[in-house]
């Protein structure tokens, strides 16, 4: 057997909601892209690093794909887009609980022309209502070409079949040196990273359209106390100025969950003692602003 390392980049997509997130995460052992049943949480390519004996994988979780003419999800399909074109690999993440139809029908025939390095996990075995068979079908139809030994049934909840999964993606990658240092497990800097499990918070919190109303900010982000102590000023900006309140909550009862939440999750992935100045603020209809889009998802 030979002792040649592997090297890979590998888009994740598929459908909103499919578990695209959660098993990013599973893959790489750490809370690597934020999570939530509001579709398309995920805004950007986010990366999540996998280190093994055998090589190096990177994954770049995407935006879920859906059809939609507005200018917000046409700039997440473009970010999608661009992750497929450019990955050595694509892994193509399915929800067995959920039926195809033309939204999925639509995703498989843009990945079509990827059938040569495509890997797909069938995820959400473990959930009730999961058709499996009916699943791998859909895949079989689409890519009639695609070897059975790529279509790989997953729980990304519980870990079900990840490690097949990544077995899996290693034989396929190519012969190549680490992208990132063996420590690595993301590459997102610290400000971004900050705001991602803010703003994962406040849409786990608010109801129905306003997680998409909104975005975080790490405005300042600084370590005192020699190195000690993170200190964060951060902002929810929401479109509309009566969306504040919704934000804040009676007697501010909201903003302090969200900040809670957000300071313990933080205080799991960093050492530091962190201190998080949580406040809201409006920047009007940006989700129609093209500066702003670019500046939000362009990262």
């Known amino acids: 057997m030979s002792d040649e390392k592997k090297a890979a980049f590998v888009a994740v997509v598929g459908r909103p909601s499919a578990g695209k997130s959660t098993l990013v995460n599973s893959l790489c052992g750490a809370k690597v892209a934020i999570t939530s049943p509001v579709p398309q949480t995920t805004r950007n390519s986010i990366r999540g690093i996998v280190n093994r004996e055998a090589g190096q994988l990177v994954f770049v979780d995407t935006p879920g794909q859906h059809l939609s003419e507005r200018k917000l999800n046409k700039k997440l399909m473009d970010v999608a887009g661009r992750a497929q074109e450019e990955a050595d690999l694509v892994l193509y993440v399915l929800d067995a609980a959920r039926a195809a139809g033309v939204e999925e029908s ?3 025939s843009r990945l079509a022309p990827f059938q040569d390095r495509l890997v797909a996990a069938i995820n959400k075995i473990d959930k009730k209502g999961a058709d499996t068979d ?10 009639p070409g695609l070897d059975a030994a790529r279509i790989i049934p997953v729980s990304a909840l519980k870990k079900e079949g990840v490690p097949a999964l990544l077995t899996r ?14 420590e690595y497990y993301t590459d997102q800097d610290l400000p971004f990273r900050v705001a991602e499990i803010i703003r994962e918070k406040a849409i786990n919190r608010l109801r ?23 200190w964060v000023r951060a902002f929810i900006v929401v479109e509309r100025e009566s969306q504040k ?7 501010g ?19 530091w003692n962190i201190y998080l100045d949580l406040r809201v603020k ?3 209809d940006w989700r129609h602003d093209d500066h702003t889009l ?3 998802i362009d990262r």
């Open 208 to 230: 129905e359209e306003l997680p998409h109303a909104l975005y975080v900010e790490a405005a300042d982000t600084e370590l005192r106390e020699n190195g000690t102590l993170l």
């Open 106 to 108: 639509a995703i498989a």
């Open 169 to 182: 993606l290693f034989a396929l990658a190519a012969p190549g040196t680490p992208f990132y240092p063996a």
């Open 294 to 296: 670019k500046r939000l």
């Open 245 to 251: 309140g919704m934000v804040v909550g009676k007697d």
């Open 253 to 271: 009862a909201l903003i302090r969950a969200i900040r809670n939440a957000a300071l313990a999750e933080l205080k799991r992935i960093f050492d």
């Open 282 to 284: 409006t920047s009007k």
């Open 134 to 143: 009916a699943t791998r079908n859909f895949l079989q139809e689409q890519f």
